[in-house]
């Protein structure tokens, strides 16, 4: 028997297929992007401290939101003819959920600012803070016990199930950090350094469950700029020590801060939004797995710093709990007998 495809079933595939592509192109540039920050933050920061660094991030990140936000909506303005959309916005276009109102209010609006406070003020912060501690590798591969719990919290909250497996896995993880925090880089036990990379993972598992459940009711783009702000507005009681610091800096800090800003801020937390309106929470936390990989690889190459044997053996240990209690189990075929 032949079945034939109408037009909009193939145009259906070739969109969803399209689609795909994007959401794993996207989903890419964040690893890269993120693995990156990892590396930059170790580098600059040996001239500006955490709350500076901080500030001088999430600024020029705000800047550069601010840009990628006019352009989106003076596109979609002329490609709309100028139609204005839901509150007074340009017409309904794919930035995040078409046909929402893209500016946020009332208890919407709190809970963004409070959301960008925790994402871009007090993860950035205690990860700066962190990497004063440790070396970049060794911090990626605690932070990135994150999807573990963000697959925790989006089972609970967000009804996205609750493996059989994650009991597991956390025991895995578990051990990994255990190790770690007796083996780091510099061949004794650093606990500040360890808890403020654990922070981080829970601060950054809150912010992407909290991200997840506001997507759906505006655009991810106008989301991750307010933000910015908000974690901006935060962190200006460290301005003082930003001018001062970055006033003696080489132009070389000066210019990792801003990269910090531009790359692995404004347009790594967009393509994590767009990935995010796309995919389960756990399931995308989960991608970012790859980033501890990348960033020993960079800190090597760039810093000449590699995590002692044994955190690695951690880390491995860790990402293999990760894994066991986020990545889908294989469905098995059943035969008829």
């Not at 901080?54 to 020029?60: E, F, K, M, N, S």
Request: proline share 6%.
């Amino acid at each position: 028997m032949t079945t034939t495809s109408t037009p909009a079933a193939t145009l259906g595939r070739a969109t969803s297929s399209r689609a795909g592509r994007l959401t794993a192109a996207a989903m890419a540039v964040t690893v890269l992007l993120w693995a990156s920050a990892f590396v930059a933050i170790r580098a600059v920061g040996h001239d500006v401290d955490p709350g500076p660094l901080t500030l001088g991030r999430v600024a020029v990140g705000s800047v550069a939101l601010t840009v990628m936000l006019l352009v989106v909506r003076v596109r979609r303005r002329v490609r709309t003819g100028g139609a204005p959309g839901p509150g007074g916005t340009p017409g309904p276009g794919r930035a995040g959920v078409p046909g929402r109102a893209t500016v946020p209010r009332g208890r919407l609006l709190l809970l963004v600012a409070v959301w960008g406070v925790a994402w871009f003020g007090a993860y950035n912060l205690t990860l700066n803070a962190a990497e004063q501690h440790l070396d970049a590798g060794t911090t990626a591969l605690l932070v990135n016990i994150a999807p573990m719990l963000v697959a925790v919290l989006a089972g609970v909250l967000l009804g996205e199930g609750f493996p059989r497996r994650l009991l597991v896995g956390i025991g895995v993880a578990f051990t990994g950090v255990v190790v770690i925090a007796v083996a780091t880089s510099s061949g004794r036990f650093d606990g500040v350094g360890v808890v403020l990379g654990l922070v981080s993972a829970v601060l950054y598992a809150g912010a992407a469950t909290l991200q997840k459940r506001l997507l759906p009711h505006m655009d991810a783009l106008t989301m991750t700029w307010l933000g910015c702000l908000a974690g901006t507005v935060a962190s200006l009681p460290f301005l003082p020590g930003l001018v001062s610091q970055v006033s003696v800096a080489t132009s070389s800090t000066v210019l990792g801060i801003v990269y910090l800003g531009v790359f692995p801020t404004a347009i790594a937390f967009s393509t994590w939004g767009y990935v995010l309106t796309r995919a389960s929470a756990g399931r995308t936390a989960a991608t970012t797995y790859a980033v501890p990989a990348v960033v020993v690889l960079l800190s090597w190459a760039l810093l000449a710093e590699i995590p002692a044997p044994a955190a690695l053996l951690g880390g491995v240990l860790a990402l293999a709990g990760v894994a066991v209690a986020t990545l889908p189990a294989r469905r098995r075929a059943v035969r008829a007998r």
